[in-house]
Each structure stands twice: as structure tokens, then as C-alpha cells.
T-cell receptor
Framework: GAGVSQSPRYKVAKRGQDVALRCDPI?????LFWYQQALGQGPEFLTY????????KSGLPSDRFFAERPEGSVSTLKIQRTQQEDSAVYLCASSFDRTGSGATYNEQFFGPGTRLTVL | AQKITQTQPGMFVQEKEAVTLDCTYDTSDPSYGLFWYKQPSSGEMIFLIY??????QNATEGRYSLNFQKARKSANLVISASQLGDSAMYFC????????????FGSGTKLNVKP
């Protein structure tokens, strides 16, 4: 399909394991965002890429969280030494470049998320 | 800092009736955008409607309209003629008006449409 895809959809990890979550944005989308959504809460910003450059990582909760987008398309969110509080849905979103279009907003297109459960 | 508040954890509405989902916000930015997203049980966030802080008229998109009251810092979503498929979580979000901006989300409202 033409939407944002994420894999795996579900991931169960034992405490202390490392996990890697993948996001395939919509083709041609310049921006890519990662959000963390705890149960019963709204998504919270983690990090943002413009092409391959990580311009904002202020939302990453600890240095165990690391994200990359080496070729400006697919992105991976890695969590090292997972802990139970990392259990959440991790959402990826992308948007295209509206520079010069006159548009004053830029909607984000979200993937279905990866539900991470840390036991 | 930006903050979005949704005070209704859950709402019920009868099919075919209208419903209003509340959203208030706080920001010191002079320009900002307000979004509503729908999240069905499948988990994907679906964009519904947008309102810019300088827009003179309230936004409308089909059965969705946004009741924007800037002085009160509120951006309530109105869904007319509710359908069973409208049952979902609804999130209000805010961002800057520049090209690339992260979203700040509220805690959401769970809407249940009764037949």
C-alpha cells in the first residue's frame, strides 16, 4: 500500500533485551517522526528526522533509546536493555515538504504502530 | 510550552445525533495549528480536520467541523449525524505553523456511538 508501514506490529521482549522497530514512510516524504503512546494516553513525541538528519531528539526518554534514518527513507528505533516502563505503542509518522506551496500546515500520516510489551 | 487538554475520557452518543468533543490548549506561540485525529481500535491515526490560529472561519470537512474560539483557547470537534463507524478514540493535537513541526497531543476521548 501507499501508507506508512511499521514492523513488527507486535513485539514481546524480556526485560534487558534490545529491540529494533522499523518504519517505512510514504515514498517521497521528507519528514519522519517517532511517537510513544502509553496505554490510555495520547502519543508523545520522541524524535524527528528531516531526510537523514535527526533534527530533534528531545523526547527520547533515556540514552537507551536511539533512532536512525541513514538513507533518508526507512527509519529504525532501537531500544537497548528494555525495561517494563518501555511497554507502549510506538507510532511512526511522515510528512512531505510543503516549502513554497503556500500551505500553512503540514499533516502527519501515521503508521499502525508497533505494540511493545516488556515482560 | 504547549499543552493540550481533553477533559472527556469517554462519551456516548446516539446514532444520527451530533456530538461535541472538547479540546482546550495552551501556548505562548503567536501562530499555531490545531488538528483532530481519529484512532480506531486498529491503532492507526487518521487525520480529520485542521484549524490555523489565524484562520478567520471555522474549519469544516464533511461531517466534521471545528468550533474554534481563540480567546478561550478551545478547539472543539463537532461530529454531525454520528455513525456506528465513528466509535473510536479522538485526539486533539497542536503544532507550530511552519513546515515541519512535532505534534503535542491530548489524552484523548473515547467515543461510543449507540445504535
Amino acid at each position: 500500500g501507499a501508507g506508512v508501514s511499521q514492523s513488527p506490529r507486535y513485539k514481546v521482549a524480556k526485560r534487558g533485551q534490545d529491540v529494533a522497530l522499523r518504519c517505512d514512510p510514504i515514498s517521497g516524504h521528507v519528514s519522519l517522526f517517532w511517537y510513544q503512546q502509553a496505554l490510555g494516553q495520547g502519543p508523545e513525541f520522541l524524535t524527528y528526522f528531516q531526510n537523514e538528519a535527526q533534527l530533534d531528539k528531545s523526547g527520547l526518554p533515556s540514552d537507551r533509546f536511539f533512532a536512525e534514518r541513514p538513507e533518508g527513507s526507512v527509519s529504525t528505533l532501537k531500544i537497548q536493555r528494555t525495561q517494563q516502563e518501555d511497554s507502549a505503542v510506538y507510532l511512526c509518522a511522515s510528512s512531505f515538504d510543503r516549502t513554497g506551496s503556500g500551505a500553512t500546515y503540514n499533516e502527519q500520516f501515521f503508521g499502525p504502530g508497533t505494540r511493545l510489551t516488556v515482560l | 510550552a504547549q499543552k493540550i487538554t481533553q477533559t472527556q475520557p469517554g462519551m456516548f452518543v446516539q446514532e444520527k445525533e451530533a456530538v461535541t468533543l472538547d479540546c482546550t490548549y495552551d501556548t505562548s506561540d503567536p501562530s499555531y495549528g490545531l488538528f483532530w485525529y481519529k484512532q480506531p481500535s486498529s491503532g492507526e491515526m487518521i487525520f480529520l480536520i485542521y484549524q490555523g490560529s489565524y484562520d478567520q472561519q471555522n474549519a469544516t470537512e464533511g461531517r466534521y467541523s471545528l468550533n474554534f474560539q481563540k480567546a478561550r483557547k478551545s478547539a472543539n470537534l463537532v461530529i454531525s449525524a454520528s455513525q456506528l463507524g465513528d466509535s473510536a478514540m479522538y485526539f486533539c493535537a497542536m503544532s507550530g505553523v511552519y513546515n515541519f513541526n512535532k505534534f503535542y497531543f491530548g489524552s484523548g476521548t473515547k467515543l461510543n456511538v449507540k445504535p
